[in-house]
């Protein structure tokens, strides 16, 4: 697994029990490897005011040497000098993506093995696959897979995969044995103690 998957922390401001910057920070302290800004949904900001944020979050994750991602937004990735993208499915082909960004790191979602067949899996760097579990964060999220859809994806593609969805401290082992990173959004945003939170997701 590529080691910036190990704990990746997806997170916007309508995740946030705390204020994002002091969530972001007490996330790193806590020992994450990699974050991806994902401003979306409902309460979500938009236009400049998401921008500015954006700029904030990216200058935190800077100043610890922590990669940063953005979810979706193509436009975002140059004005925030991001690390990398992440894309599912429903957004930008990732064909489009690799083009402009040859040197990023690109995540392509995949939620079944048929998804994984008509993918261009081979364009990007990692995927992110699940939701492993039941997920309240994500409105529009797929059928969940458990750990055995999990695998039946790792067990298919040479690249490193991060599951997502529904992860916490009481399911985390299992990902961890299975041999992917472990993303989440709110077991650490939502957490009344974020720094903690990540410590016990460090399996
Ligand atoms: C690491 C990681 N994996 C999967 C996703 C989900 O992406 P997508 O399917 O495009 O859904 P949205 O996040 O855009 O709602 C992700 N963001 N990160
Ligand atoms: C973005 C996304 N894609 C699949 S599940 C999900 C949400 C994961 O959030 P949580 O860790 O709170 O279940
Ligand atoms: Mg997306």
């Keep these: 697994m590529t080691d910036y998957l190990h704990t990746y922390f997806i997170m916007g401001s309508q995740n946030c029990r705390g204020n994002p910057e002091e969530v972001l920070k007490q996330a790193i302290h806590g020992g994450i490897t990699a974050f991806q800004f994902r401003e979306k949904g409902t309460n979500a900001k938009s236009g400049e005011e998401k921008v500015e944020l954006g700029h904030r979050l990216r200058r935190i994750c800077k100043d610890h040497g922590i990669p940063f991602f953005v979810n979706d937004d193509i436009e975002l990735v140059y004005q925030l000098e991001a690390d990398g993208v992440h894309v599912g499915q429903d957004d930008r082909d990732i064909r489009e993506v690799r083009e402009v960004f040859p040197d990023l790191q690109i995540g392509l979602s995949v939620s079944t093995e048929e998804e994984l067949r008509v993918s261009r899996w081979d364009l990007a ?14 409105d529009d999220a797929k059928e969940v897979i458990g750990i055995q859809g999990l695998q039946a994806i790792q067990g298919q593609v040479p690249l490193p995969v991060v599951a997502i969805g529904g992860i916490d401290e009481s399911n985390v082992q299992a990902v961890r044995e299975a041999g992917a990173g472990v993303s989440v959004i709110s077991a ?14 460090q399996l």
């Excluded at 650490?188 to 997701?201: K, M, N």
Aim: glycine share 8%.
């Design 125 to 138: 760097d990692y995927l992110g696959v699940g939701p492993v579990f039941k997920t309240s964060s994500k």
């Design 188 to 201: 650490i945003a939502d957490s009344e103690q974020p720094e903690e939170e990540v410590r016990r997701l």
